[in-house]
């Protein structure tokens, strides 16, 4: 069965930093484009960040750029989303997706195969 597990959200101040992980499991993800998006309360679900497994291609939003970083890791089968300074209007759901075709990342969700269940993250000011 194929899950994607996301952890590491919590509450944090402005400014302060957190790191998301993504657990996969069920299958090899290492040809796969993975990909965090986020949905904050009464808005429509936004892209943040993609990657291909294991490689240097990366993608970002305008509103995110120069602060998160999107990495994968081979020997955890865990992609990361690491987040600096973070401000209020980051607060959101922040849910971690997989894409099983296509060569380089993209920020469109029904592009992605595969969802996690989501984890709670909020900045306070």
């Known amino acids: 069965q194929v899950q994607l597990v996301e952890s590491g959200g919590g509450l944090v101040q402005a400014g302060g930093s957190l790191r998301l992980s993504c657990a996969t499991s069920?299958?090899?993800?290492?040809?796969?484009?993975m990909g965090w998006f986020r949905q904050a309360p009464g808005k429509e679900r936004e892209f943040v960040a993609a990657?291909?497994?294991?490689?240097?291609?990366?993608y970002y939003s305008d509103s995110v750029k120069g602060r998160f970083t999107i990495s994968s890791g081979y020997t955890k089968n865990t992609v990361y989303l690491q987040m600096e300074s973070l401000k209020p209007e980051d607060t959101a759901v922040y849910y971690c997706?997989?894409?099983?075709?296509?060569?380089?990342?993209?920020?469109?969700?029904?592009?992605?195969?595969?969802w996690g269940q989501g984890t709670q993250v909020t900045v306070s000011s």
């Open positions: 997706a997989a894409r099983s075709s296509g060569n380089r990342p993209t920020s469109n969700d029904y592009d992605y195969n595969y």
């Open positions: 069920g299958r090899s993800f290492y040809t796969y484009i």
């Open positions: 990657v291909m497994w294991g490689g240097s291609n990366t």
